[in-house]
């Protein structure tokens, strides 16, 4: 069965470093997501990509935050400039625009120090 | 905004028999899904099962199935013949139309008792 690849599993960063998460999505879906889920609460959406762009962000997807797909396969979260808050489980998903729900990856446990 | 609310936040079940867990949401939206997503200790996101709101047959899959009921705005999810894999954080989930964001409710810890 396709799965959603994500990379690395666990991050350790120091406050202040850039991260880059990244993502393998499924490889004939068009939508792209990047959600976060910090340790005891709900999944929380971060934003959508399709057609090569932003679709949808929330207010939490401030400009710390960027995604790309670079080279039409990976999917990649920057985090400019984190901080102790950012540390979560994100998880990437992808969709092929039917009405079956999202395939997740695995997660990245981003922590920040 | 849709808002998705589970009011339980953990529910206990001996092995083998059956449990409920709540789902309640908000939307001015007459088409649009809704899912269970199973998270075990993992943390992994798997989908349960998924209801499409213009259909007024409840879904089923295997042990699971839910209980739409589309005026309520409310989408539970009954787990049967309860196993110990089951065990996990449980979460409902809503989304508008295809190629939209899910909106997630607090989620619900359900632990299978031996």
């Known amino acids: 069965e396709p799965e959603v690849t994500q990379t690395p599993s666990h991050q350790v960063t120091q406050m202040g470093q850039e991260v880059i998460l990244r993502c393998v999505p499924i490889s004939n879906h068009l939508y792209f997501y990047w959600y976060r889920q910090i340790l005891g609460q709900k999944v929380e959406f971060l934003v959508s990509f399709y057609n090569n762009e932003i679709s949808e962000k929330s207010e939490i997807f401030d400009d710390q935050f960027s995604v790309e797909r670079p080279d039409g396969s990976n999917f990649t979260l920057k985090i400019r400039s984190t901080k102790l808050e950012d540390s979560a489980m994100y998880f990437c998903a992808s969709s092929g625009g039917d009405n079956y729900g999202y395939t997740f990856g695995s997660g990245t446990r981003l922590t920040v120090v | 905004a849709q808002t998705v609310t589970q009011s339980q936040p953990e529910m206990s079940v001996q092995e083998a028999e059956t449990v409920t867990l709540s789902c309640t949401y908000d939307t001015s939206e007459s088409d649009y899904y809704l899912f269970w997503y199973k998270q075990p200790p993992s943390r992994q996101m798997i989908l349960v099962i998924r209801?499409?709101?213009?259909?007024?047959q409840n879904a089923t899959e295997n042990r699971f199935s839910v209980n739409f009921q589309k005026a309520a705005k409310s989408f539970s999810l009954k787990i049967s013949d309860s196993q110990l894999g089951d065990a996990a954080m449980y979460f409902c989930?809503?989304?508008?139309?295809?190629?939209?964001?899910?909106?997630f409710g607090g989620g619900t810890r359900v632990l299978v008792k031996p």
């Open positions: 209801q499409e709101a213009y259909k007024q």
């Open positions: 989930a809503y989304r508008r139309t295809a190629g939209n964001k899910l909106t």
